[in-house]
C-alpha cells in the first residue's frame, strides 16, 4: 500500500462548476498537507499547504485536512478552463531538519469551457 | 521573478549512453532536491541535497546514477549507463524554508532512452 493515495482521474466538469479533489494517507507522522498545479511539460507548482486539520481558503481553492480520518481535498470554486491541470498532493515529515517529502499520483483534471 | 533552471529540456539518448542534466536553484536556496516523474505519476525523489551535503540519497539506484552539488549552488545528476526504464521527466527543485513548505520546481528535463 502507497502512504499517499490519490484518485488518478481523469475528471472533467463543465467551467463554473465546483471542483473536489481527494487524497488518502496512511502514515499518521506525516504534519504539512500541500497540493501542486502542474501543467502539461511543466514542474509542479505550489498552490497551497496547511498544516492542522481544518480549513483554509486562499481565493477560489480551500484546502482541507481531516487527520482523523487521513483524509485530505482541494476544492475549487467557479472552474476555470485555467484550472485545467493535474492536481498532486504531497505531505511532509519534518522532524530535527530531516524531511520526507511524498507525492501522491495526482489527478488530472479538465475543465470544460 | 527567480526560478530554478534547468537544462536541457527535452534528452534523447540510446540506452547504454551517458546523459547528465544540469540544475540551477534559485539564489539563496541551501536545499536541492532531484525528482523523477514517470509518465502518470507523481515525483519521487531521487536525491536531496542540504548545500554541498547529500541528506538523502537513499531511493538513488547508485549503480549506474550519481548527484553532485560541489559549491553548494549548482548541482548535475548523471545517469551511466541509460536503460530504457529511465525514461522520465527529472525535477529540480529548490527550497530555503524548513520545515520545507514550499519548494520550487523547474521545468524538467524529459529524458527519453530508445
Known amino acids: 500500500q502507497k502512504e499517499v493515495e490519490q484518485d488518478p482521474g481523469p475528471l472533467s466538469v463543465p467551467e463554473g462548476a465546483i471542483v473536489s479533489l481527494n487524497c488518502t494517507y496512511s502514515n499518521s507522522a506525516f504534519q504539512y498537507f500541500m497540493w501542486y498545479r502542474q501543467y502539461s511539460r511543466k514542474g509542479p507548482e505550489l498552490l497551497m499547504y496547511?498544516?492542522?486539520?481544518g480549513n483554509k481558503e486562499d481565493g477560489r481553492f480551500t484546502a482541507q485536512v481531516d487527520k482523523s480520518s487521513k483524509y485530505i481535498s482541494l476544492f475549487i470554486r467557479d472552474s476555470q478552463p485555467s484550472d485545467s491541470a493535474t492536481y498532486l498532493c504531497a505531505m511532509l515529515i519534518s522532524n530535527f531538519g530531516n524531511e520526507k517529502l511524498t507525492f501522491g499520483t495526482g489527478t488530472r483534471l479538465t475543465i470544460i469551457p | 521573478e527567480a526560478e530554478v533552471a534547468q537544462s536541457p529540456r527535452y534528452k534523447i539518448t540510446e540506452k547504454s549512453q551517458a546523459v547528465a542534466f544540469w540544475c540551477d536553484p534559485i539564489?539563496?536556496?541551501?536545499?536541492l532536491y532531484w525528482y523523477r516523474q514517470i509518465l502518470g505519476q507523481g515525483p519521487e525523489l531521487l536525491v536531496q541535497f542540504q548545500d554541498e551535503s547529500v541528506v538523502d540519497d537513499s531511493q538513488l539506484p547508485k549503480d549506474r546514477f550519481s548527484a553532485e552539488r560541489l559549491k553548494g549552488v549548482d548541482s548535475t545528476l548523471k545517469i551511466q549507463p541509460a536503460e530504457l526504464g529511465d525514461s522520465a521527466m527529472y525535477l529540480c527543485a529548490s527550497s530555503t524554508r524548513q520545515p520545507n513548505t514550499e519548494a520550487f520546481f523547474g521545468q524538467g528535463t524529459r529524458l527519453t532512452v530508445v
Open positions: 496547511t498544516y492542522s486539520s
Open positions: 539564489s539563496g536556496h541551501a536545499t
